[in-house]
């Protein structure tokens, strides 16, 4: 969710450790209004942070069954500090990084040795990607100039200025061909991807927030996303059709310098076979019934006022009965995987979900933090993951920033358990500096992980608790468009 500084004036959630001292205090709790609220759970006592020597700079440590088999680095123009890896996409044999400074596709055919085959310099925070066949969707939030790949930054109060969607035609995997741009409103902090029930169609959920009366296309309030509809055989005719209010009621107002207000959404995961979506809205989570692609309705909202910050992203498990929730605690600039900030904040949160149609409810079970102590000179808290395809046990990878990847089962929602880890020593041992796994993804039989700094890690994981992912093969994945074992 980190963003680069700009005149937009939504600022970047790097914080200095000063400043992220605000975010890591203890959150008063705040009216429950119409959404449910959380109570404070332990950390069973396994997850205690562990004893161990901190790592020296760049230093690898992991667990036997989790190792490193490959790591390509940023190349130019995308080898700067500024030039953030950020999110995933896989299609056949390749792989599909977002950078601040556009995107790569990797052919990853042969896993331990990855290669670059195209690198598309279009300027543009966070570029959050997508592909759906010889489609490929970047997403926006930074204010530019214009819509091309050549434009500059500019202030959001410039009523010309554009955020929002682009559209690439990647056919050509080694040159790919931009096709279409559409505006949003508060343009595209990311986007995911719901195919629409007609199969001509595929929808992107753009979710974007942080309005500003100063902005003339981001005004607040904004409860709302937006839907873009991408005819398949004709992307150029790519349009905004509607922008559902998600919060007519409200959503969370926040305590100022500890638990973000809610005013949109960060994140939104899709379970198309099931008509149901989650999203992860800042200060609330909610459950969504999507069974009509253009009108997605809430049907269940909850929200922690104890001990989450920044609702970021959530994930299903493959049966759809339970959903797993993120906390961003200090935007993913900040050290919160040490002792002061604890096991509940800066974590996963896991909730089961009861009942059936509309009266489904999402129920808190527990929370889940890496279950070891990082440097505060690491930036480090629970950010991107995906289910792996393990049949009859809930088990998922995660990005930890600097925190590395974290391998765990919540099979037993009251009692998730690490099986796996593999991380690298801080990129400073005397400063914090941002960096680390922006998003780590299981995808035919390994795990990519896209690193802020260091490029692209591949990594093998050898488990008997998993062996069965290894039987599942897909043809493309987006892990915000989650599927079923059984439809795979």
């Known amino acids: 969710m980190i963003r680069s500084p700009r005149p937009r004036g939504r ?3 790097i914080v200095s450790l000063a400043a992220a001292g605000l975010l890591l205090g203890s959150v008063a709790t705040a009216p429950p209004g119409h959404a449910a609220q959380t109570p404070v759970a332990q950390t069973p006592a396994a ?35 500024a030039a953030f890896g950020t999110d995933i996409a896989f299609q056949g044999r390749y792989a599909f990084a977002g950078n601040y400074n556009g995107f790569v596709i990797y052919d990853i055919g042969k ?65 790919p ?13 990311t986007h995911t991807l719901v195919p629409g029930k007609d199969r001509k169609t595929v929808y992107l959920y753009v979710s974007s927030y942080s309005p500003r009366a100063e902005f003339p296309d981001c ?26 209010n998600l919060f007519p009621d409200g959503g969370y107002e926040g305590v100022p310098g500890r638990a973000s207000a809610t005013s949109g959404c960060h994140d939104i995961t899709a379970y198309p076979s099931k008509d149901l979506a989650a999203g992860a809205c800042m200060g609330d989570g909610v459950l969504m019934d999507i069974s009509d692609r253009e009108s997605p309705r809430v049907i269940n909202q ?22 797993v929730f993120t906390d961003e605690l200090g935007g993913g600039g900040a050290a919160t995987c040490n002792e002061t900030v604890g096991p509940n904040r800066g974590a996963n949160a896991i909730y089961d979900i009861t009942g059936r149609g509309d009266a489904r409810t999402m129920v808190f079970r527990s929370y889940y933090k890496i279950p070891r102590v990082n440097a505060d000179t690491e930036n480090c808290v629970a950010h991107n993951g995906s289910l792996i395809p393990v049949l009859g046990r809930d088990i998922m990878v995660q990005a930890w920033y600097q925190g590395g990847v974290s391998v765990w089962d919540f099979t037993d929602s009251t009692k998730p ?14 400063q914090l500096a941002t960096g680390g796994a922006w998003s780590s993804y299981y995808y035919n039989g390994h795990i990519y992980s896209s690193d802020i700094q260091k490029g692209l890690d ?19 994945l987006n892990v915000q468009t989650q599927a079923g074992y059984l439809s795979w």
Request: net charge negative; hydrophobic share 35%; proline share 8%.
């Open 11 to 13: 600022q970047l959630k």
């Open 47 to 81: 997850q205690s942070p562990a004893a161990a020597p901190p790592l020296g700079v760049d230093e690898i440590s992991s667990s036997p069954n989790l190792r490193q088999i490959a790591n390509l680095p940023k190349q130019a123009p995308f080898d700067t500090a």
């Open 111 to 175: 896993p331990s040795a990855p290669s670059i085959v195209s690198q598309v310099l279009c300027p543009g925070s966070q570029n959050d990607i997508s592909v759906y066949g010889n489609l490929l969707f970047l997403s926006t939030d930074s204010s530019r100039s214009d819509d091309s790949c050549s434009s500059v930054a500019q202030p959001a109060s410039v009523k010309e200025s554009w955020e929002g969607i682009k559209v690439f035609d990647i056919s050509d995997k080694a040159n």
């Open 177 to 189: 061909r931009y096709v279409k741009a559409v505006e949003t409103a508060c343009g595209s902090h």
């Open 219 to 244: 005004q607040p309030p904004h409860d709302s996303i937006s839907i873009v509809k991408v005819p398949v055989k004709s992307p150029t005719d790519a349009a905004v059709v509607a922008t559902p």
């Open 302 to 323: 909850v929200r922690d006022t104890v001990n989450f910050a920044f609702w970021h992203s959530a994930t299903f498990n493959n049966a759809g009965t339970k959903v």
């Open 417 to 430: 358990k690490e099986i796996a880890y593999w991380e690298r020593g801080p990129l400073s041992d005397t």
């Open 458 to 476: 591949v990594l093998k994981l050898t488990d008997w608790r998993t062996w069965s992912a290894e039987l599942v093969r897909l043809r493309e």
